[in-house]
T-cell receptor, first 116, second 110 residues
Framework: GAVVSQHPSWVICKSGTSVKIECRSLDFQATTMFWYRQFPKQSLMLMAT?????????EQGVEKDKFLINHASLTLSTLTVTSAHPEDSSFYIC????????????FGPGTRLTVT | ELKVEQNPLFLSMQEGKNYTIYCNYS?????LYWYRQDPGKSLESLFV?????AVKQEGRLMASLDTKARLSTLHITAAVHDLSATYFCALGGGADGLTFGKGTHLIIQP
C-alpha cells in the first residue's frame, strides 16, 4: 500500500514553454501533498505544501507565479512550471501524506525535467 | 528555522567494516526519518524515529535517536556493496514538509 505515482517520469521542454507534472496517491487519500526539488548532487528542498481544495503554501524564495500548484482532489496534485528556463532543470519529487497513522510522507518516483 | 546537519557528507569504506553517519538538528521535531536514495531514483524510506531513545534495526542498518542531544545516528554493520547509496536524514512531518540534511554519499568497496 501507500503508493504515489508521478507523471511524466522525465520530460524535455524548450525554454519559455510550460510543463505540468502530476502526482497521484494510488491507494490512499492524501489531504496534503508536498513538492520538493533536487538539483544534481544536492539535497531535497521543499518547494510548497499543497492542501486539497485550498491554495498552496510556498517556501521562501519559491516563485508562486512560476510554479503553479493545484490540488483538486484527495488523490491528485499538479505542479506546472511556467515559462521554464534551463535553471529550472531539476528532479522534482512529490510526496503525499496519508490520513492515518503517524502521518508519514510517501514519496513519488520523481520527474526529471530538462529545459533546453 | 530548523537546520539539519549530516556528517560525513562523503564516505568511502571497505566491505565488512562498520561505520556511523551522524545527523544533528537544531530544534525539536515530531519525528526523524532516514532515507536511502540510489542514483537517478527517488527516496526509499528506511526508518521513522518518534521518541527519545528509539532504536530501529533492519538488516545491517540501525538507527537511533537522542532527542536531548538532538542527534540521530545511522549505523552500518559489516557493510556490503549493495548498501552503496546516498543516505538522508530528515525532520518534520505531520502537516509540515520535511527538512533534509545534505546527505551522505556512501561508497562501499570490495
Amino acid at each position: 500500500g501507500a503508493v504515489v505515482s508521478q507523471h511524466p517520469s522525465w520530460v524535455i521542454c524548450k525554454s519559455g514553454t510550460s510543463v505540468k507534472i502530476e502526482c497521484r496517491s494510488l491507494d490512499f487519500q492524501a489531504t496534503t501533498m508536498f513538492w520538493y526539488r533536487q538539483f544534481p548532487k544536492q539535497s531535497l528542498m521543499l518547494m510548497a505544501t499543497s492542501n486539497e481544495g485550498s491554495k498552496a503554501t510556498y517556501e521562501q524564495g519559491v516563485e508562486k507565479d512560476k510554479f503553479l500548484i493545484n490540488h483538486a482532489s484527495l488523490t491528485l496534485s499538479t505542479l506546472t512550471v511556467t515559462s521554464a528556463h534551463p535553471e529550472d532543470s531539476s528532479f522534482y519529487i512529490c510526496s503525499a501524506r496519508g490520513l492515518a497513522g503517524v502521518g508519514e510522507q510517501y514519496f513519488g518516483p520523481g520527474t526529471r525535467l530538462t529545459v533546453t | 528555522e530548523l537546520k539539519v546537519e549530516q556528517n560525513p557528507l562523503f564516505l568511502s569504506m571497505q566491505e565488512g567494516k562498520n561505520y556511523t553517519i551522524y545527523c544533528n538538528y537544531s530544534t525539536t521535531s515530531d519525528r526523524l526519518y532516514w532515507y536511502r536514495q540510489d542514483p537517478g531514483k527517488s527516496l526509499e524510506s528506511l526508518f521513522v524515529l518518534l521518541s527519545n531513545g528509539a532504536v530501529k534495526q533492519e538488516g545491517r542498518l540501525m538507527a537511533s535517536l537522542d532527542t536531548k542531544a538532538r542527534l540521530s545516528t545511522l549505523h552500518i554493520t559489516a557493510a556490503v556493496h549493495d548498501l552503496s547509496a546516498t543516505y538522508f536524514c530528515a525532520l518534520g512531518g505531520g502537516a509540515d514538509g520535511l527538512t533534509f540534511g545534505k546527505g551522505t554519499h556512501l561508497i562501499i568497496q570490495p
